[in-house]
């Protein structure tokens, strides 16, 4: 796999792309940028936004978007496509080519991902395991 620099800036990693998956981030993108608790960047080479932590993603790949959420096991009441995906109760909605996915419910998964960071605290902190007063493998 050939090994790419990362975009700049968000505006442009959606610039960089073209046709279908253009469209496709740009429309995930709107949507999501309605709900004004979250920060835009890019980190680990795609779209990431934040609110306490880590909270959804936007990856554009050659065959496919991404739309991930770190706590996205819990919101799949509400879209039942997302799977089970890695650590920090990760899932992801594959899209593919004529794939969409109403701008109503990208706002909801967003804002119930934004109020999870709020009241379970950063994903990232809350997955990591906490170390044991004299256990002697924190000492070395």
């Not at 792309?17 to 940028?33: D, I, K, N, P, T």
């Not at 920060?39 to 990431?48: A, Q, S, T």
């Not at 978007?65 to 496509?81: A, H, K, M, T, Y």
């Not at 909801?108 to 044991?132: D, I």
Request: hydrophobic share 40%; aromatic share 6%; charged share 30%.
């Amino acid at each position: 796999m050939k090994k790419m620099t990362p975009a700049a800036s968000p505006e442009a990693y959606v610039v960089a792309l073209f046709g279908w998956r253009r469209e496709c981030v740009e429309s995930l993108r709107a949507a999501v940028r309605a709900v004004s608790a979250l920060e835009e960047v890019v980190k680990w080479g795609h779209l990431v936004y934040l609110a306490n932590g880590p909270t959804l993603l936007i990856r554009a790949e050659q065959e496919r978007v991404l739309f991930g959420f770190w706590r996205g096991q819990r919101l799949s009441d509400i879209e039942p496509r997302l799977k089970k995906a890695g650590k920090y109760e990760m899932a992801t909605l594959e899209l593919r080519e004529g794939m969409s996915i109403k701008p109503s419910i990208v706002r909801r998964l967003a804002r119930e991902a934004v109020a999870l960071n709020q009241t379970l605290g950063n994903p990232v902190h809350a997955a990591k395991p906490a170390s044991k007063k004299g256990d002697r493998s924190s000492r070395r």
